[in-house]
């Protein structure tokens, strides 16, 4: 067996987004969200499926996957290869328009369903240890929630560090298979949710056709060009900061040199006019030179 990187935008869509596979995403969210008992979700309804670009080289334009619960409920999921300047107040417009959007002008407020956000970074973002984290709108003091409508998720591929043998629970499979499917050989013998099992046969290369492999071979090619992009855009500002530096570190030695210069020839009590000359310091240079070395004239 070879499977795709889950990581991969065309993978990503095709396996959370597939309207005759529902059972997958529903696993994800009920796992993630740790939903048990009468709070799973039972069914949802994609907002936004995915479809392949009629055009081969398109980008693909949904962007993440969306969908509703049987409650109303908003979920978007949504991966993010590199961390981006003001990544963080996207998000939060991200899901502020996502649930603004659910009424027009002049609708009643409580017709707004509670927006979930579900973002899976492909980098350590929180200075916290811990690869899943939860972000709520709460009282600082006394912890109360009383505004319980947004809701932020996040998992940190870069910090989920466990083997096979030590994923202990569902969400932990789940991670580990988002991280790890491109590199495996098999389906791991540990897979009983029936959801998860769904997104290994999707994920496996054998049952994409032709064309799904072309857009997800051209998805590699540009997610590498921007990587590409990125990598090169740091080096040349690494290599400007350091020509700055060297050449502030001249300056710097030039004019220490300079100034102990015009110290010696204070000390032979040359002519201030005949020091600015000939170190080319100005004379109120020279003469403040004087003042702050308290040398005598």
């Not at 796992?31 to 979700?41: D, P, R, S």
């Not at 328009?97 to 707004?112: C, F, H, P, T």
């Not at 110290?263 to 403040?288: C, F, G, W």
């Amino acid at each position: 067996m070879k499977f795709v990187d889950v990581k991969n935008d065309i993978a990503f869509r095709k396996i959370f987004g597939n309207e005759n596979k529902k059972e997958i995403l529903i696993s994800f969210l009920n796992a993630v969200l740790k939903l048990e008992n009468q709070y799973k979700i039972q069914s949802v309804t994609l907002l936004n499926p995915f479809q392949f670009p009629r055009i081969k080289g398109l980008k693909v334009t949904v962007i993440d996957v969306k969908a509703t619960d049987e409650k109303g409920n908003i979920f978007i999921v949504e991966m993010q290869l590199t961390d981006k300047k003001g990544l963080d107040k996207r998000i939060q417009y991200y899901g502020a328009k996502g649930y603004s959007a659910q009424i027009e002008s002049g609708d009643e407020y409580l017709k707004l369903k509670p927006m979930i956000f579900i973002g899976i970074l492909d980098f350590k973002y929180f200075e916290s240890p811990n690869y899943i984290s939860r972000h709520l709108i709460i009282d600082s003091e006394t912890g109360e929630r009383k505004f319980k409508d947004l809701e932020f998720n996040f998992i940190e591929l870069a910090k989920f560090e466990k083997e096979l043998n030590q994923l202990d629970n569902l969400i932990d499979k789940w991670i580990y298979f988002i991280k790890n499917a491109e590199n495996l050989e098999i389906i791991p013998e540990n897979i009983n949710d029936t959801g998860l099992l769904s997104a290994y046969n999707d994920a496996e290369k054998h049952n994409w056709t032709k064309r799904e492999l072309e857009e997800y071979e051209y998805a590699q090619m540009r997610e590498q060009d921007e990587r590409g992009t990125i990598e090169l855009a740091v080096e040349r500002a690494v290599e400007k900061a350091v020509v700055k530096a060297v050449e502030k570190a001249v300056v710097k030695a030039v004019d220490e040199t300079t100034i102990r210069i015009a110290q010696k020839m204070i000390h032979a009590n040359k002519p201030i006019d005949e020091i600015a000359e000939y170190t080319e310091l100005s004379i109120e240079t020279v003469e403040r030179l004087i003042y702050e070395f308290g040398l005598k004239r």
